[in-house]
């Protein structure tokens, strides 16, 4: 590694971690802002204001704004994300349950979007102006602007409800005995569960790397390259997928950071309608309940996975197009 | 997709603004010429999270309009900041709250002294309406003190008279409770009247008739919070707990209280009940449960101020074991409640699990063991929990187990249910009840409940202080317009405060009142109201 690399390195690291520390007081000032006095949903409003202000101190709601902000920091600092105010259990616990659940479905999901993307924008920009290019990219332009929620609901009253092909929600069938990881995971009951969400993830998600990639492959079948690769006699696969597929891969490396985002966002959306047991269903009841220390933490986690990913797209760069220098 | 993100995040910038601009509305004051009434601030929820009562807001809007009255809707989130309006800082004139239909609800102490005493109009308490009468709270400190049903019935009358004539609370809506079950899996559920399957009794008696024998209940609940009665909070999250604990009171079918877990209870003088225990109870872990388990969970949960239980519990001073089988409770003053509602409420704790643990407040309660009709077996969090059927209890369940499953969504339950998936829905909206009935496998159960949708009136206030105003208010209010846009018709036109369907104790001479614009406006005339050019209500003139 060159000294250029190294240093251009520790740079974005320091400004990543200056981004976590942003939003984490962003986080902190936005749950204070909400409108409600957060003792009143940990208990039932029908109590005395003795049991109210033990209730506080044991949140330690009762301490100067000041000092529950350091206590905050300190805390997250250290792994510590306080204890719901509703359930009794350290938010870490609770978070690692659910934060597995929506990355096995999140996971597969992108993996396959930008499968989809990557092969069928290729392909229709090599075909361009054909019937399949048109066909193509105006389901891309509808799936893209359809809500997913609405996506989702069209699924399941057609894969789940008419046709029965599919459960309608749910990651296991219920009543299934709790099992190790490879017992859950390593499933066909998992396996068909997943099925729904991840195809609508899927095409959803995959509309935009897809146009994305055909503007960039027909930049790049314009170049004098291409023409020799032609001139070259080589087969037009080979021209296609080896030559100019490569080349145009890196707006895509930087959508794959932008779409995390959206992907989380739209997670909210899609584990709600699927009755999925993940951390965006988490994220909407603390959100409701004003169980602080659950969102709060959920928000960040969110956050934190977001600068990762901006991080690991720009090191990455530099290993796909070998024409960026860090300097 | 990126104005969809930003704009999740300026609401709170957005709900701040709008309860600053709600704060900053101006009354007016008192002056020499009667003066038209400032526009009623009446508080309603959501019309994400409840769409009926943001919709009836509307139609008391427009009703109340007819006697010249401006209203200006505030639709806010449930729980929070609707709840700490009410409870804590009363800045409304008037508020939808609905009171969901419980069975601890049935004994008349909740919609009585625990509504209108003066001491209960204090921050937190459920006094919302602020009523201070020193005849009423006479009233209601006698039937809290009255054991005799008969007698405490005739003051119970008195008071939902005073209550109805002075009109602070205006219901609107007794709700019948709909429910449904699949009849091609379970048969012949002994479904108690007013809650259903509210009350977990109705899965005791559900049998298994085909190949499933563990009850599948649908919950469009996403998850429960807690499963530890120390730290639970709200009613829909303790009546699953209660298939797993035995309680000393429970309510039969036919809503009359009974002994349960004891065999016998009595009453040796005002401020003493004593209580004989069964001798064949035991924990789910094979531990017989005695008085001293009982003392130790009244003990418990007074010492750690469990939420739920807190306002039952404050008139017990003490818990004497007698023997392994017999307890005495010595109260702090007389108090029939103690009985039917305390004993029926109070789930039974093993002593052997809980004294060994540190801090009782942070315990998840997994498993929890109890000594209920069903065994707690597993809980996967936002997934399910499970139940297994306890066949040593002394009165075991027909079926296998009990399997409450959470979707987060109504949609999600009720397609469970339509696709054979769950067996027991106990909650849906409305136009899911024509299309559940037109299936075969599908048995819809309907019972009068003692649910209500109440204007809540805040008589700390002018003109809602005046009786006269507010049964004005009253008889303005379209109830069947409501009871049929809103309901589906799928319930009674509200009355006392204590519904029709809780039979022991509602006041059958009250009906509800009429819709009669006219008769309001009559009244507002006599009482010293008039109309000003513009047709507004004015204050009656000093």
């Not at chain 2, 239909?101 to 308490?125: C, K």
């Not at chain 2, 599948?216 to 604990?245: F, G, H, M």
Request: with cysteine; charged share 20%.
């Amino acid at each position: 590694m060159s000294r250029g690399i190294r240093v251009y390195f520790l740079k974005r690291v320091a400004l990543a971690a200056a981004t976590v520390f942003c939003l984490a007081t962003l986080m902190f000032v936005l749950f204070r802002m909400l409108p409600g006095d957060p003792t009143l949903t940990v208990l039932s409003p029908a109590l005395s204001p003795e049991v109210q202000a033990e209730l506080r101190q044991r949140f330690g709601l009762d301490r100067p704004i000041l000092e529950q902000y350091a206590r905050y920091l300190a805390n997250m600092l250290r792994g510590r994300l306080g204890v719901s105010f509703h359930r009794g259990v350290p938010v870490s616990t609770l978070l690692g349950q659910y934060l597995l659940n929506t990355v096995v479905l999140m996971l597969p999901a992108l993996v396959l979007a930008y499968a989809l993307g990557i092969v069928g924008g290729a392909l229709v920009a090599w075909r361009r102006g054909s019937w399949a290019d048109t066909a193509t990219t105006t389901a891309a332009m509808v799936f893209r602007s359809a809500p997913i929620f609405w996506l989702s609901i069209i699924f399941i009253s057609v894969f789940a409800v008419r046709l029965g092909l599919f459960p309608s929600g749910h990651m296991l069938t219920p009543g299934t005995e709790p099992a190790g990881f490879f017992a859950t995971f390593f499933t066909v009951d998992f396996l068909r569960h997943l099925m729904l969400p991840m195809v609508v993830m899927a095409i959803y998600y995959g509309c935009y790397p897809l146009l994305v990639m055909r503007t960039s492959m027909l930049e790049v079948l314009g170049e004098d390259f291409i023409d020799l690769c032609r001139a070259k006699g080589l087969s037009e696969r080979r021209v296609i997928f080896r030559h100019a597929g490569r080349a145009s891969l890196l707006p895509i490396a930087t959508s794959v950071s932008l779409l995390g985002a959206y992907v989380v966002a739209g997670s909210v959306l899609v584990e709600t309608v699927f009755s999925w047991p993940g951390l965006g269903r988490l994220m909407v009841q603390a959100v409701t309940d004003s169980d602080y220390p659950v969102a709060q933490a959920s928000f960040l986690l969110i956050a934190v996975l977001v600068v990762a990913g901006n991080l690991l797209a720009d090191v990455l760069y530099g290993l796909l197009d070998p024409r960026i220098r860090y300097q | 997709m990126t104005m969809r993100w930003r704009a999740v995040r300026l609401v709170p910038f957005a709900m701040a603004l709008a309860l600053l601009a709600g704060s900053l509305t101006v009354r007016s004051g008192q002056a020499a010429d009667p003066q038209p009434i400032a526009p009623i601030n009446l508080v309603t929820w959501t019309k994400a999270q409840y769409p009926v009562q943001y919709e009836e807001a509307s139609v008391l809007a427009e009703a109340w309009k007819k006697l010249g009255l401006e209203v200006k809707i505030e639709a806010l989130n449930f729980p929070n900041p609707l709840l700490e309006r009410v409870f804590k800082t009363r800045e409304f004139d008037g508020a939808i709250v609905y009171f969901t239909g419980q069975l601890e609800r049935l004994d008349p102490e909740f919609y009585t002294y625990n509504a209108f005493h003066s001491s209960r109009a204090v921050e937190g308490g459920w006094n919302f309406s602020g009523i201070a009468n020193k005849d009423l709270d006479r009233l209601l400190e006698a039937q809290r003190a009255e054991y005799d049903p008969a007698k405490r019935k005739v003051i119970v009358d008195q008071i939902q008279e005073w209550i109805f004539r002075e009109s602070p609370w205006l219901v609107m809506v007794n709700q019948d409770e709909v429910q449904a079950y699949n009849k091609a899996n379970f048969s012949d559920p002994v479904i108690p009247k007013v809650t259903g399957f509210n009350d977990p009794q109705a899965f005791f008696t559900l049998k298994p008739r085909g190949a499933r024998k563990v009850i599948r209940w649908a919950s469009p609940i996403s998850d429960l919070k807690t499963i530890n009665p120390i730290l639970a909070s709200e009613s829909s999250q303790i009546r699953v707990l209660y298939l797993a604990y035995d309680t000393l009171v429970k309510y039969g079918p036919d809503t009359t209280p009974g002994p349960w877990a004891a065999s016998e209870i009595r009453a040796l003088g005002p401020t003493v009940v004593e209580v004989t225990l069964r001798n064949d109870l035991k924990f789910h872990d094979g531990v017989k449960l005695t008085a001293d388990d009982v003392k130790f969970t009244f003990d418990l949960l007074i010492k750690h101020n469990a939420p739920y239980f807190k306002t039952v519990l404050e008139p017990l001073e003490s818990v004497e074991v007698v023997s392994p089988t017999k307890v005495r409770f010595k109260l702090k003053r007389p108090y029939a409640p103690f009985i039917t509602q305390t004993l029926a409420m109070t789930p039974l704790l093993p002593k052997h699990v809980w004294e060994k643990i540190d801090k009782p407040t942070e315990y998840e309660n997994i498993p929890a063991i109890g000594s209920g009709p069903f065994k707690f077996d597993h809980w996967k969090k936002g997934q399910e929990v499970k139940f297994s059927r306890f066949a040593d209890h002394f009165r075991p369940p027909a079926a296998d187990g009990v399997l409450l499953v959470f979707f987060g969504t109504r949609e999600g339950a009720y397609t469970a249910l339509v696709k054979q998936e769950a067996d027991v829905l106990d909650r849906m909206l409305s136009h899911q009840v024509d299309e559940l009935s037109k299936l075969e496998h599908v048995q819809v159960v309907r019972v009068a409940s003692n649910a209500a949708d109440t204007v809540v009136l805040n008589a700390r206030r002018k003109p809602f202080d005046d009786p006269q105003f507010r049964t004005a208010l009253s008889y303005a209010i379209p109830r069947k317009q409501i009871l049929d846009e809103s309901y589906n018709g799928l319930g009674t036109l509200g009355g006392s405060v204590i519904a029709p369907a809780n039979e022991a104790w509602s006041d059958r001479k009250i009906k509800p009142l009429e819709h009669n614009v006219e008769k309001a406006r009559e009244i507002l005339k006599k009482a010293g109201y008039g109309w000003d050019g513009n047709g507004r209500l004015t204050m009656p003139a000093r």
